[in-house]
């Protein structure tokens, strides 16, 4: 059968994502924890995966969930503590898990010493380490920001600190003020106190956040003017790749060197192949992956990502953005990731799926399974994909969406609408489709109150999932037809197949075609044709009529699919070469 080659550990592994607030709640209080994690440890490994990596669980007094750190080396209380941190790495270790931390550096908290110190006045030592700026006045003397940059999740990226009398920027929420990294103390520190810190302690290395906002254009020139009825504009060709990010990345691989740590950035706004290169060619040093933004930027609005209608996207701009992802780690000494989802996305069943009926949903979770287990690059798996949890319900009022990036969008539209109720239903019918809010909905454990989650007399923090009495853990777990054994199934056959699956090279055909999504996967003389119908009617398989396609495996089993060239809907097959 199939040799991998002989590679770095993380190249043919899949890291199961865990978002802690959301995972699972040990005591009771309506918040996920570290115990909870270490309980279902068993669980994990029982998928197959390699590795876990958890979203922040340092100190924070948690305006956008943990990425706003407070302490770098303190872990949020209702979390746990530093002790069961280091439980749970070992644990992991001796399970044969590895374990990486999420590296949240281009901001703290507004809680941070840091900021605290900086903002008490200009001659403060750690004044330079965040980015102050004097004000402007326009032509009727009023106080502006220095540029026009729109932060993140709105209104402008600079905040008026009364104390001081100066803006601080903030590419994100106001309370995460970004940190200055011209400064050489800065980075020291971060390499120190913070990656460090962690290293020691045995973590096998970092999903480092937003890797290329580090250096921004020290000019800070107005970004230009797109949405002239709006006072700030969209910048990002102004705070990503700017002109020292590369040094920035190429020191902190120093440090991670020594530790012989895994790395993976994400690289927003980035498109082009020589792009993303510049930052995975391994020769370059500096990091080993990073997660791309074509296939979950998908549909999203371009001034507003929630300015936009329901699946908004053609299924030949999924087939451009898989082959540009894939494409990396052809003739190239770079690597490539597999994802759909994360903690900032809405599930992929509902973006690019379908939860319509619940046959619908078990098939396209099913068909995206063998998509993403069939994808070259190291694979991610985020909590509740394996059951093939769905987007909240669409009778969900807006008082379900917690998010600061929905709740600040929606507060957006009912000021400048004039809390206008058309206004406001398209808001949220956008929200449905794509708030960050739907990944963070409680995972699916049983089909009890609370789903398993937190006990049943607990409030957990978001309400769980109406569905969850159907679809969870439990239930799939004695089910070989289920959603849950199809990934284990698929995910065993991705490690059989690795030298295809897992380092092929990628061939798209059939690019036109907007319901079947087909390619070929390739490596030294062997292939694979996978087909996905991406619809809810029956498709036929061009490529295989006549030719010596055996069957591998079908989403629908192979016995309902035996010989029959039309796909079933949102069915997805994998045919082996026997020519
Ligand atoms: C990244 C995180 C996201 C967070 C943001 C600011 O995009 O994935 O959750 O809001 O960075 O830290
Ligand atoms: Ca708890």
């Known amino acids: 059968m199939a040799s ?23 005591n009771g209080d309506g918040i996920g924890d570290l115990n909870g994690i270490l309980s279902e440890l068993d669980y994990i490994a029982s998928l197959g995966v390699d590795a876990i990596w958890i979203c922040p669980m340092y100190d924070s007094p948690q305006y956008d969930m943990g990425y706003d750190i407070s302490d770098y080396q303190k872990v949020y209380a209702p979390y746990g503590t530093v002790e069961d941190m280091q439980t749970l790495i070992d644990a992991c270790h001796a399970k044969g898990l590895r374990i990486i931390l999420d590296l949240v550096v281009n901001h703290t908290s507004h809680e941070h010493a840091w900021f605290k110190e900086s903002r008490s006045s200009k001659t ?13 006045y326009d032509a009727n003397g009023k106080r502006c920001p220095p540029n026009n940059w729109r932060a993140i999740f709105g209104g402008s990226a600079w905040e008026w600190d009364e104390t001081t009398e100066e803006y601080y920027l903030h590419l994100f929420c106001v309370e995460q003020p970004d940190l200055n990294w011209e400064n050489p103390d800065v980075r020291k520190t971060v390499h120190k106190d913070v990656m460090e810190f962690w290293l020691n302690k045995g973590v096998d290395g970092f999903r480092v956040d937003t890797v290329n906002m580090y250096s921004k254009d020290p000019a800070y020139p107005d970004a230009p003017v797109l949405s002239p009825e709006s006072e700030t504009q969209v910048a990002f060709s102004l705070f990503c ?19 012989d740590a895994m790395t993976v950035g ?39 990502k929630f300015l936009t209608g329901k699946r908004n996207w053609a299924l030949p701009e999924m087939k451009t953005a898989i082959q540009r992802t894939q494409n990396i780690l052809n003739g190239t ?91 406001l239903k398209e808001a949220l019918q956008a929200m449905q489709h794509l708030a960050r809010d739907h990944s963070r909905l409680p995972m699916q454990w049983s089909a009890e109150p609370n789903a398993g989650f937190s006990p049943p007399s607990a409030k957990p923090w978001m309400r769980a999932h109406d569905n969850h009495t159907e679809i969870n853990v439990q239930a799939q777990n004695d089910n070989s037809s289920s959603v849950l054994s199809f990934w284990k199934k698929m995910l065993r056959l991705r490690k059989e197949y690795a030298d295809l699956f897992v380092f092929g090279i990628f061939e798209l055909l059939d690019e036109q075609n907007g319901e079947v999504f087909s390619y070929m996967k390739k490596s030294g ?35 309902a699919s035996a010989g029959d060239a039309n796909l079933q809907p949102w069915e997805g097959r994998i045919y082996e070469a026997s020519f």
């Open 4 to 26: 991998a080659p002989a590679e770095k550990w993380w190249k043919n592994s899949i890291i199961y994502q865990i978002y802690p607030a959301s995972f699972k709640d040990s």
């Open 124 to 136: 403060s030592a750690k004044r330079d380490w965040y980015i102050w700026r004097p004000a402007k």
């Open 241 to 259: 790749n700017g002109p020292r990010i590369h040094e920035y990345i190429r020191e902190m691989n120093e440090v991670l060197e020594k530790y």
């Open 266 to 304: 994400e690289l927003a706004q980035t498109p082009t192949m020589e792009g993303v290169l510049r930052y995975v060619s391994a020769a370059k040093k500096e990091l080993n992956m990073v997660f791309s933004f074509d296939v979950v930027d998908l549909g999203m609005g371009k001034d507003y």
């Open 333 to 423: 000494d770079g690597w490539t990731t597999v994802f759909m989802e994360n903690h900032d996305q809405a599930r992929s069943v509902s973006r690019f799926g379908s939860d319509k009926t619940p046959e619908a949903r078990d098939a396209s979770a099913k068909m995206l399974a063998i998509f993403q287990c069939t994808l070259s690059g190291t694979q991610f798996v985020y909590q509740g994909q394996e059951i093939g949890m769905v987007n909240a319900p669409e009778e969900w009022g807006v008082e379900e969406y917690k998010d600061v990036d929905s709740t600040n969008y929606y507060h957006m539209v009912r000021e400048m609408s004039n809390n206008d109720p058309d206004k």
């Open 525 to 559: 003389g062997k292939s694979v044709l996978v087909a996905l119908n991406f619809s809810d009617t029956p498709q036929k398989v061009e490529q295989v009529e006549g030719r010596g396609w055996e069957l591998l495996i079908s989403s629908v089993g192979e016995e």
